[in-house]
């Protein structure tokens, strides 16, 4: 598929214009930093202050640590001042950073292809009960991340968390982030290739690795072989996408230069095959490519999206092959459209004959007690394997046909539903004010009464697919609004007059599905905006609205009908 210059899914995110001032592309501008962000990363990289946290800040404390390093080397490690308590989202862009942080940090705990056992879960609750007041939340990128930490434990959490294989190494930052991974790699009965060497391979070659240290921004990446895709590809920097090649077999489609943020893009397809031993070297090529062309000058235009808005994608590829593999990648052909739905939620058989079951917490809300408690109803039913999901959600592995039904009374106990509702399903939330100094908006407790009160009201209304609600606390779209049925973007809002927390409203976007051919955008509306405690009736309203209007004889889907329906309907 090409993509025109007017396409939005191009214009959303434009390259710099062309001045006489250089955009510090290293190979074109050289590498003198012009800004400081770039400054002190030359000076010294986050890889370089785990030493430093260990040695002079975990026994000095919080007042001990230099504020280059507070406010940028402590990335790398998954570290984040959080949020100080009381500070209301008006305030949000008028503080400076040390006027809004606690001597507390969010710690995000890096997942790679989102594969657990269940001692690495039980080892994350301790650290989350010992040392982060119980917290726990599942991300979109499957990741955990803990809050309430002290600079003073870091490490005894490192000493616990590396004791069973996990880390924080890389896990924020001008760095590779984690890697997606599909959560039933190696035992989907479907699958089309296990990803899981080509993760390994990249992560235990290139993670930690100083010369990818210092990119321009995060650098987001996504494998998977499963025939759902399964991992939001199309929102990621490189992603892999498993392709059965009627000559050459099975392999991956390469996508680049996707990310939403308040510049939406959506990455395109290289167009070209990818065989499962040379996965890591492009992953490679393609990081360097965005090391030394990325966009440096300006932190709001340094992601990989901007240089392929630019290049294009024969560009892109050109000089993949020709500067960084030294060898023609073969043409590919693209994925067909998903079949079945990529959160995996609900009971599948296994390849092996077992089972997997996937559930839902509310909006990725969990707690150290609650992982603990998992861990062992997991190994109850004889299983030690779970996975986290790009959708906040988790998946047990391994279940035997018998011991299913338990389980999934065990989980429902725990709030873990294998069943939920079809509101449930589709609801994620990113951390919001509650801890996180960009927002302006409470994302998770809102996010979670919504929900209880929509399976309340729309309890006796047959709801033809989950309805994706995304809520998040800013306008940089962690929880990806715009690839959302229903997405609100936090802001402060003027609702009869008075100036209140509330969002803005996307409407009628997604990823790739068995529902959608393609990912597209959301569409807004002008002046449409929710309360932050209106969410169920904002959500209630159109969705009824939906149903009463769609044309069921086309099984037309939401987003289908919110791009077509007039804005009177929407509001």
Not at 29 to 45: C, F, H, M, S, Y
Not at 60 to 75: M, V
Not at 246 to 267: F, H, N, Q
Not at 446 to 473: C, K, M, Q, W
């Amino acid at each position: 598929m090409t993509i025109s210059d007017t396409d939005p899914r191009r214009a959303a995110a434009r390259p710099p214009r062309p001045s006489s001032r250089p955009n510090g592309q290293w190979k074109i501008d050289g590498t003198a930093p012009l800004n400081g962000n770039e400054e002190w990363k030359q000076v010294d990289n986050g890889l370089a202050v785990r030493g430093r946290i260990e040695n002079i800040y975990s026994k000095g404390g919080f007042a001990s640590i230099d504020p280059t390093d507070l406010h940028g080397r402590f990335r790398v490690w998954g570290l984040y001042t959080q949020r100080k308590p009381g500070i209301d989202g008006g305030r949000t862009a008028t503080l400076e950073p040390h006027e809004l942080e606690d001597e507390y940090f969010m710690l995000r705990v890096r997942i790679d292809g989102g594969q657990l056992t269940t001692e690495q879960l039980r080892v994350i609750a301790s650290v989350s009960n010992d040392f982060g007041r119980g917290t726990a939340d599942l991300t979109d990128r499957q990741n955990v991340q803990l809050h309430w930490v002290e600079v003073e434990s870091m490490p005894e959490i490192w000493r616990r968390l590396e004791a069973v294989g996990l880390g924080t190494t890389e896990a924020c930052g001008d760095v590779p982030r984690v890697v997606l991974g599909s959560p039933v790699a190696g035992i989907a009965a479907d699958e089309l290739i296990d990803p899981t060497p080509q993760i390994d391979e990249i992560t235990s070659r290139f993670i930690g690795d100083e010369s990818l240290a210092n990119l321009p921004r995060k650098f987001k990446s996504a494998i998977t072989g499963h025939p759902s895709q399964d991992v939001v590809h199309e929102i990621n920097d490189v992603a892999f996408v498993a392709v059965d090649h009627s000559e050459l077999g099975i392999g991956y489609d390469l996508w680049v230069g996707g990310g939403l943020s308040t510049a939406p893009r959506l990455g395109e397809r290289l167009g070209v095959f990818v065989s499962p031993e040379r996965v890591a070297e492009a992953w490679h090529g393609v990081a360097q490519i965005f090391r030394d062309y990325g966009y440096r000058r300006l932190r709001n235009k340094a992601r990989l999206k901007f240089l392929l808005a630019e290049w294009g994608t024969e560009k892109f590829r050109q000089v993949l092959q020709d500067e960084y593999l030294g060898y023609a990648l073969p043409d590919g052909p693209a994925a067909p459209k998903p079949a079945t739905a990529g959160d995996h939620v609900g009971v599948h058989r296994q390849k092996d004959g077992r089972f997997y079951v996937g559930v839902t917490p509310i909006v990725g809300r969990v707690s150290g007690p609650i992982l603990a408690d998992l861990a062992d109803l997991v190994e109850a039913h004889g299983s030690t394997r779970l996975r986290t999901t790009p959708h906040q959600k988790l998946v047990i592995l391994d279940i035997p046909e018998d011991r299913v039904e338990s389980l999934i009374a065990g989980l429902d106990a725990l709030g873990l539903s294998a069943r939920p509702s079809l509101i449930r399903r589709g609801t994620i939330a990113c951390t919001g004010i509650e801890f996180c100094k960009l927002a302006i908006v409470e994302t998770k407790g809102y996010a979670t009464a919504a929900v209880l009160e929509l399976e309340e009201r729309l309890a006796g209304f047959d709801l033809p697919h989950p309805i994706s609600l995304h809520v998040n606390g800013c306008p940089n779209s962690c929880a990806r609004i715009q690839t959302a049925d229903i997405g609100l973007k936090g802001q402060l809002v003027t609702i009869d007059g008075e100036q209140v927390p509330g969002y803005q409203v996307h409407l009628g976007g997604g990823l790739a599905s068995q529902d959608r051919d393609e990912a597209g955008l959301g569409r807004t509306v002008r002046g449409l905006k929710v309360a932050a405690d209106g969410i169920a009736d904002y959500t209630e309203r159109v969705v009824k609205r939906f149903l009463a209007e769609r044309d069921a004889a086309a099984d037309e889907t939401f987003a289908q009908w919110a791009h077509r329906a007039d804005e009177e309907a929407l509001v």
